[in-house]
């Protein structure tokens, strides 16, 4: 099963079912429109049996990763990105459950994970940044790229036309690092605590001479890019890149 070509089929036979929920979700969770989940080939899993009707019971193999032996699909309920090599190649996903990060966000408990992966034997998400491979070829000519924590971090930059990455997991790993080696400058974002921080100190053990992008008020850099000041905000980092600076947005 070569699931790009599932999720383009996915796109040409039930689109108006994936334009209404990630319409629906991507406003109501990060306030994206429709056109970027599509970009990012992602899409929404609204019922247990939806992929394997779509697809065929062949996505419930265990090399796939969607469904638990006992039938159950592990991205219920999720909007799913798949992740690709730099060719294009899809060789893993990651899952995003908007219901659990609306309730930690309701109630201000984070217990449950709202991102989910296949297991490490399937894709070692630490072997891999999240990236499109045009966003890869436009930062390779702009000259920069920003290295975020979080999937929708990067998803939210390279809709107001940043040119982005996220890591998958909690460092960067040298052999995910690779392709950035050959980027002019490298930018880091992450959010506002101890794990950003950490994470920070981690990437400019790899690149040295990176430069930062801090908030002032925000965890995230996503937050701030819904605060209503977005305009300023993409023209302020981009003013900055221009120089080579530091970067601190209030």
């Known amino acids: ?33 429709f056109d970027i989940f599509k970009r990012y080939s992602a899409f929404f899993v609204p019922n ?8 065929g019971d062949a996505c419930r193999l265990d090399e796939y990763g969607l469904y638990r032996q006992d039938g159950m699909c592990v991205v219920n309920n999720c909007i799913v990105f798949p992740c690709q090599l730099l060719n294009g190649i899809q060789v893993g996903w990651v899952s995003f459950n908007p219901f659990i990060k609306a309730k930690a966000m309701e109630t ?25 491979p045009e966003v890869y070829r436009k930062a390779l000519e702009d000259g920069y790229i920003i290295v975020t924590d979080g999937v929708f971090d990067t998803v939210s930059l390279t809709h107001y036309g940043l040119n982005s990455c996220s890591l998958l997991g909690s460092y960067l790993s040298e052999k995910a690092s690779f392709p950035l080696n050959f980027i002019d400058l490298i930018y880091i974002s992450v959010d506002n605590d101890d794990a950003g921080l950490r994470m920070e100190s981690n990437i400019k053990k790899l690149f040295p001479k990176a430069r930062y992008i801090r908030q002032g008020f925000s965890k995230d850099i996503d937050d701030l890019l819904k605060s209503g000041k977005k305009d300023y905000l993409v023209s302020e980092i981009l003013r900055c890149i221009d120089f080579g600076l530091d970067i601190t947005l209030r």
Do not use: C
């Open 48 to 55: 247990d049996d939806y992929l394997a009707v779509s697809w």
């Open 1 to 33: 099963m070569d699931m790009m070509d599932k999720i383009r089929g996915l796109y040409r036979e039930d689109l108006v079912t994936q334009e209404h929920y990630l319409s629906v979700l991507g406003n109501m969770v990060r306030e994206l429109p």
């Open 108 to 132: 201000g408990e984070y217990v449950d994970s709202y991102y989910g992966f296949p297991a490490k034997r399937i894709f070692d998400k630490g072997n891999y940044v999240f990236m499109l």
